[in-house]
C-alpha cells in the first residue's frame, strides 16, 4: 500500500510536459542568481583580482547550477503538481534566493550563510522526496543523494568555518565531491551506482527547462547591456556600444536555437535511453550559460569604455564568453545531429586568432569583431538549410540501447 502512494509521486504517461507556473517561478530567483555571478566578476576586475575571481565567482555558480540542475531533473521525473514536489521546488527557490544573496560575499563574511543555504537544499529536498516515497524501492535514489550532499557537506561546513586561506581548497574538494558523485551515479556498498542516465525522465519537459535557462541568462545580458548605458553619461560612442552589444546578444539567440535548440526535445523522445542524452545536455548547458554570461561582462566593459583602452585582460570576456559558447554550441549540434559543426569551430579559431591583434585596438573594436564572426555562423546556417526539408535529430547518444540494458532499468 505504501509502495502505491509513493508511485503516486511518479510521472503519469499522461502528465503535461510543460513546465509549472511554479518552476518558472522558480527561475525568476536565477534571474537574480546570475545577476549576482555577473556583478562579482565586474567587481573583481575593478579590485584588479581577476584569476581568483573567476576561480572564486566559477565555483560559487557551480553550486548555483547544481541546485537548478538537480532541481530540473526532480520535476522531469516526479510529476510537479504534487504538494511534496512543489513543496520542494519552493524550499529550493528559498534557499537559491539566499545563495545569491550571499554570493556577492560569499568567500568573505557570508560564508556560512550560503553553505547552510546550499546544504539545506542539497539535503533536505532529496531526504524530503525519499520520505514522500514510502516504500517504493525508487526512494534508495534520493536516500544516495542525500548521502553524497553530507560528504561533501563536511568540506563545505570546513571551509565556511575554518580559516580563510583554507576555504578555496576545502570547498574545491565539495565540489569535486559533489560533481563526482553525479557524474558517477551517486553509488553506494552492495547497491553500485544509480546513474541519472538511467533515469526515465519527461524528456520534452527537460528540453524545455534547458532553454529557458538559456533564455534567462541571455535576458541577464539585455539586463546589463541597460543598466550599464543607462547608468552612464549618453554618448554617441556608447550608444554604438550598446546597439553591437544587443546585435551580440540577439545572434547568440539565433546560433543556439537554428535547429539543434529546437530539437532537443524530439531528441529526448526519440532516444532510447533519453537519461543519457539529457545527461549530456546539462553538462553542455552549463558551458553555454557561462559562455553567454561571461559575455554580458565583456558588455559592461565595452559600454563603459567603448573607445578607451583596452585592457588585455578584459578579452577574456570579450572573446572568450562568446568562444566558450560557440564551443558548446558545437558539443550541442553533436548531441543532436552526430556530426561536426564546422562554422563554429572555424568561429572560435578566428576569434584565437585575432586576440592578439586586438589587443592594440579598443573595447568596441573587439565586439564588433566578436559580432561579425557570429553574423558569419548565423549566416552559415541559414546558408546550409536554405531551400532543405527541416532536419530530423540523429542523436547518436542513447542510440540502440533498451531501457533496461547498458543503464539500469529506471531507478
Given at each position: 500500500m505504501s509502495s502505491g502512494r509513493g508511485a503516486a509521486l511518479l510521472r503519469p504517461s499522461g502528465s503535461s510536459p510543460r513546465a509549472t507556473f511554479l518552476e518558472l517561478f522558480f527561475d525568476l530567483v536565477f534571474v537574480f542568481a546570475l545577476t549576482r555571478v555577473s556583478k562579482r566578476l565586474i567587481d573583481d576586475i575593478g579590485a584588479g583580482e581577476l584569476l581568483v575571481g573567476i576561480v572564486h565567482t566559477l565555483m560559487l555558480f557551480l553550486a548555483l547550477w547544481l541546485v537548478w540542475s538537480i532541481t530540473?531533473?526532480?520535476?522531469?521525473?516526479?510529476?510537479?503538481?504534487?504538494?511534496?514536489?512543489?513543496?520542494?521546488?519552493?524550499?529550493?527557490?528559498?534557499?537559491?534566493?539566499?545563495?545569491?544573496?550571499?554570493?556577492?560575499?560569499?568567500?568573505?563574511?557570508?560564508?556560512?550563510?550560503?553553505?547552510?543555504?546550499?546544504?539545506?537544499?542539497?539535503?533536505?529536498?532529496?531526504?524530503?522526496?525519499?520520505?514522500?516515497?514510502?516504500?517504493?524501492?525508487?526512494?534508495?535514489?534520493?536516500?544516495?543523494?542525500?548521502?553524497?550532499?553530507?560528504?561533501?557537506?563536511?568540506?563545505?561546513?570546513?571551509?565556511?568555518?575554518?580559516?580563510?586561506?583554507?576555504?578555496?581548497?576545502?570547498?574545491?574538494?565539495?565540489?569535486?565531491?559533489?560533481?563526482?558523485?553525479?557524474?558517477?551515479?551517486?553509488?553506494?556498498?552492495?547497491?553500485?551506482?544509480?546513474?541519472?542516465?538511467?533515469?526515465?525522465?519527461?524528456?520534452?519537459?527537460?528540453?524545455e527547462r534547458y532553454q529557458q535557462i538559456f533564455l534567462i541568462s541571455l535576458g541577464e545580458t539585455i539586463l546589463v547591456i541597460g543598466v550599464s548605458f543607462s547608468g552612464t553619461e549618453y554618448s554617441y560612442e556608447r550608444a554604438g556600444a550598446f546597439t553591437v552589444a544587443f546585435l551580440t546578444t540577439a545572434l547568440l539567440w539565433r546560433i543556439y536555437f537554428h535547429r539543434a535548440g529546437h530539437l532537443l526535445a524530439e531528441a529526448l523522445r526519440l532516444a532510447r535511453s533519453p537519461g543519457r542524452l539529457g545527461a549530456s545536455a546539462t553538462r553542455t548547458h552549463l558551458f553555454i550559460v557561462l559562455g553567454v554570461l561571461a559575455t554580458g561582462v565583456g558588455y559592461e566593459l565595452v559600454i563603459n569604455h567603448p573607445f578607451g583602452r583596452l585592457d588585455p585582460a578584459w578579452l577574456i570576456f570579450i572573446l572568450g564568453g562568446p568562444a566558450l559558447f560557440l564551443l558548446a554550441r558545437a558539443r550541442f549540434e553533436y548531441e543532436i545531429f552526430g556530426r561536426i559543426s564546422a562554422p563554429r569551430l572555424v568561429a572560435v579559431g578566428v576569434l584565437a586568432v585575432a586576440a592578439a591583434p586586438l589587443t592594440a585596438g579598443s573595447p568596441m573594436l573587439a565586439l564588433a569583431v566578436v559580432a561579425a564572426v557570429l553574423a558569419g555562423v548565423a549566416v552559415a546556417d541559414a546558408l546550409r538549410s536554405r531551400g532543405r526539408p527541416p532536419e530530423m535529430s540523429a542523436s547518436p547518444l542513447g542510440r540502440g540501447e533498451a531501457a533496461g540494458g547498458t543503464f539500469p532499468a529506471a531507478p
Open positions: 530540473t531533473w526532480v520535476t522531469s521525473r516526479y510529476e510537479p503538481e504534487r504538494s511534496v514536489i512543489q513543496f520542494a521546488v519552493a524550499g529550493s527557490m528559498f534557499g537559491s534566493l539566499v545563495m545569491a544573496v550571499a554570493l556577492p560575499r560569499a568567500f568573505e563574511e557570508r560564508a556560512l550563510t550560503f553553505v547552510v543555504a546550499y546544504l539545506a537544499v542539497m539535503i533536505g529536498r532529496p531526504l524530503l522526496i525519499a520520505t514522500a516515497l514510502r516504500g517504493h524501492p525508487r526512494r534508495q535514489v534520493p536516500f544516495r543523494l542525500a548521502a553524497w550532499a553530507a560528504v561533501g557537506g563536511v568540506a563545505w561546513v570546513a571551509g565556511a568555518l575554518g580559516p580563510d586561506d583554507w576555504r578555496l581548497a576545502l570547498w574545491a574538494l565539495a565540489l569535486v565531491v559533489d560533481s563526482a558523485a553525479a557524474l558517477a551515479g551517486w553509488p553506494v556498498p552492495r547497491l553500485g551506482p544509480a546513474p541519472a542516465s538511467g533515469w526515465r525522465i519527461e524528456g520534452e519537459h527537460l528540453a
